[in-house]
């Protein structure tokens, strides 16, 4: 459509005899010479000159025009164009530059009803209309494009033209809703568009209230237009960008149930909500799913994040209900005897493993499932990879980190250049710091931090500042050593045995750069432990003494997130996230603290537009 307008505008600019004698050329370059030194009436004597000459239009009009303008000299800009009119009168731009030329004169009234009646004139010619807002719309008389626009949509009855042109000029006037409705407009027109309406929007709308007022003009539209899938599908999107998981599940399980679907969609959503931590809601979805569709892919991946989903909210619900990973690994155990053995359940199986080690400390029977894995024939590496790595987890859990580091280098060996084979290296990095050998494990953390995965790199950066950050002023390592020992215990389920040495190094080593790093490790410990007070006051004593540290907006959010989860002070919760993206607007965690503050207000709620049985 671009290439096409700019086609017929260069048409509308050509008139007769545009050849251009050498001659001609000379006192062109020279006039444009003058105006560019700033030697306006020098200028616009050659230009007087050359317009004498038709041919010779393409070539000076525009600048013409400036020489007049920056010179005020309106009058003799008039009768040129005026002449010009006469003289081609099928030359719409002509028409359009007297009246820009009447706007630069202070004529404002005259200037809009002149390039308004120039549109009129024209609205039953599509193609000079299109030319003349186009023209119109680079010229900065951004209403008068969009009156032509419009004028046009009106004149050919099509509500679909020039949705994009008009999405543009609405973005520049600031006009987000009504830019909004020409995308959705735009969308609408074609089911392809959707995509690409996605990605406009979602670099475009980027504030809160924008995605709330996108929203709402949603709702209208499926109001209107029950049956249309677009809108859902949309909807879908913009309960996804605000993190609103159980409202993009609504719509996508009304979607699917019009669309009779096999909950492929719904499936995705879940493992959202799974990926975001969002587990409640991802156990509602993954339940829908498991009782709707009893068999097939489907049914054998909701199963699997079902459990997943319990298990990650057991595992982040203090004090840990050891009683209810007993369950979770039954239930593991029940779904790979219903389903049988493939990489999904021995996926299960892995779960069902680290749950037995980490959690009821049985680490034969996580050793002996794992092994159990690793042998199955016919599984992809990857997964052997994994269990290995798990494997190596548990031993070191046993207090052997020599047949760690064994089974971490075979995947490093196994899995070059793959995530896998770079989170086996950063647990041998990880043993190195914990034997207190830092520079070894340097050397493994500077290779980490080019990683391709952005997890395993951010991983890697964090402890090779932590390292960096705390020896560099100690030559003797032993606050940090002191440290490290600290971590293995937390790692081995030593808590009560890392909470003496903290608060032993916290007397020692007062003022010490791990101050705030020894904080933080109580109160997370103390948060395993289900002692929610004293966690919170020590995460309270970062964010006061420590606020501009690294750790401040990890330990604010943290103080959120128990008062919400684990204290159930909802009231409490919502000031905390309210100030918190007041003081950390730039933080990691300030879209998900936006999220819990909303949903607390409750303002995600099941619409009454797609009403259907809540689901708990």
Do not use: C
Not at 225 to 247: C, D, E, H, K, R
Not at 374 to 390: F, M, R, S, V, Y
Not at 467 to 485: F, H, P
Not at 498 to 507: D, F, H, I, R
């Amino acid at each position: 459509m671009l290439k096409l307008l700019k086609g017929l505008l260069i048409t509308l600019l050509l008139v007769p005899g545009i050849e251009v004698l050498g001659q001609d050329i000379q006192k062109i370059n020279l006039a444009n010479q003058y105006y560019e030194q700033g030697d306006l009436e020098k200028s616009r004597a050659i230009f007087n000159e050359l317009t004498k000459k038709p041919k010779n239009l393409p070539q000076i009009h525009a600048r013409y025009l400036q020489v007049l303008y920056q010179l005020g000299d309106f009058d003799s800009g008039q009768k040129y164009l005026n002449k010009l009119i006469k003289q081609y009168p099928e030359v719409i731009q002509y028409k359009l530059d007297l009246g820009i030329l009447y706007r630069k004169e202070g004529q404002e009234q005259l200037a809009e009803q002149h390039l308004k009646q120039t549109l009129e004139d024209i609205k039953v010619h599509k193609f000079q209309i299109i030319s003349a807002s186009q023209y119109l719309f680079n010229k900065h008389e951004i209403d008068l494009a969009l009156y032509g626009y419009r004028l046009s949509r009106e004149q050919e009855k099509d509500p679909h033209l020039y949705a994009l042109e008009l999405a543009e000029i609405y973005r520049r006037l600031n006009m987000k809703d009504e830019m909004v409705g020409e995308y959705l407009n735009f969308a609408s027109s074609n089911p392809n568009n959707i995509n690409y309406v996605k990605n406009v929007l979602q670099n475009l709308l980027t504030e809160e209230e924008d995605l709330i007022s996108l929203e709402d003009l949603l709702y209208q539209k499926i109001q209107k237009n029950p049956n249309t899938s677009l809108y859902a599908s949309l909807l879908i999107w913009v309960n996804l960008q605000q993190q609103n998981f159980y409202g993009a599940f609504i719509q996508a399980r009304a979607l699917d149930k019009r669309e009779k679907g096999e909950g492929e969609r719904v499936l995705k959503i879940g493992k959202i909500a799974l990926d975001n931590n969002d587990y409640k809601n991802a156990i509602k979805i993954f339940n829908y799913l498991t009782r709707s569709y009893q068999s097939g892919i489907n049914y054998e991946l909701a199963k699997r994040y079902l459990i997943k989903s319990r298990e990650e909210l057991v595992k982040t619900t203090f004090p840990v209900d050891t009683t209810e990973i007993a369950n979770l690994i039954d239930d593991y155990r029940n779904m790979v005897m219903e389903i049988g053995i493939n990489e999904r359940t021995l996926e299960a199986m892995r779960s069902q493993a680290l749950l037995y080690a980490f959690y009821l400390d049985r680490k034969d029977s996580a050793i002996q499932i794992l092994t159990k894995i690793i042998e199955t024939p016919g599984i992809n590496q990857q997964l052997i990879a994994q269990a290995k790595i798990d494997l190596g987890d548990i031993y070191l859990l046993n207090g052997e980190p020599w047949e760690s580091t064994l089974l971490y280098s075979q995947v490093e060996k196994l899995q070059k250049d793959q995530p896998l084979g770079y989170e086996a290296k950063l647990r041998n990095a990880k043993l190195s710091y914990y034997k207190g050998d830092f520079e070894l494990a340097q050397s493994h953390l500077d290779i980490l931090k080019l990683a391709t995965s952005r997890e395993i790199a951010n991983n890697a950066m964090a402890l090779s500042l932590l390292i960096q950050d705390n020896t560099v002023l100690d030559s003797t390592d032993q606050a940090m050593q002191a440290y490290a020992d600290v971590e293995l215990d937390l790692f081995q389920n030593k808590y009560q045995m890392a909470l003496q040495k903290l608060e032993t190094m916290e007397k020692l080593y007062q003022g010490h750069s791990l101050t705030d790093e020894i904080l933080w490790l109580r109160a997370n410990i103390l948060l395993e432990l289900g002692e929610f007070a004293p966690a919170v006051e020590l995460l309270s004593q970062i964010v006061q003494d420590y606020e501009y540290d690294i750790l401040s907006d990890d330990a604010y959010f943290l103080v959120g997130t128990i008062y919400e989860d684990q204290l159930q002070n909802y009231e409490e919760a919502m000031k905390i996230y309210n100030d918190f993206l007041v003081r950390f607007p730039g933080s990691i965690y300030s879209a998900e603290a936006r999220k819990r503050y909303r949903a607390l207000r409750g303002d995600f709620k099941e619409n009454p537009v797609t009403p259907e049985p809540s689901i708990n």
